[in-house]
């Protein structure tokens, strides 16, 4: 589980996201900070400190986790959260507009992504 889980951390590295707090075997914590609502969407380089006090009007930050908590034997629930915090006023509302379009293929990727891991944690307990 910890060599995919290196991998998708190393992936979305690759596309811009930032690793904010990694505690193996237990969450993943990734964020970034851009503008989704642009065509062509940049998202700015930064260390995990840069992330945390970055205020500069006109974005958005966002953080998601994968988390996985030991319920009992062969037992794990895992969650995953996505928050976004606007910078400013404007930025929210120009987010609030973008998800209401987007906010549906993104929710239709993270079902297919849950489950893409239920099935696989299924064939480990096989």
Do not use: C
């Not at 989704?36 to 205020?55: H, L, R």
């Not at 959260?81 to 998800?99: E, G, S």
Request: hydrophobic share 45%.
């Amino acid at each position: 589980p910890r060599p995919k889980l290196n991998a998708l951390a190393s992936e979305t590295a690759h596309l811009g996201w930032i690793r904010l707090s990694h505690a193996p075997g237990h969450h993943l914590v990734m964020g970034r900070v851009g503008q989704p609502w642009v065509g062509d969407v940049e998202f700015k380089a930064m260390s995990p400190e840069e992330f945390i006090t970055f205020a500069d009007p006109g974005f958005v930050k966002i953080a998601w986790t994968l988390e996985a908590e030991a319920l009992e034997r062969r037992t794990t629930l895992f969650r995953t959260q996505t928050r976004v915090l606007a910078t400013d006023p404007i930025a929210r509302k120009r987010f609030l507009l973008y998800w209401a379009f987007a906010g549906r293929f993104v929710g239709l990727i993270r079902i297919l992504g849950l489950r893409a891991i239920r099935r696989e944690a299924e064939r480990r307990l096989v």
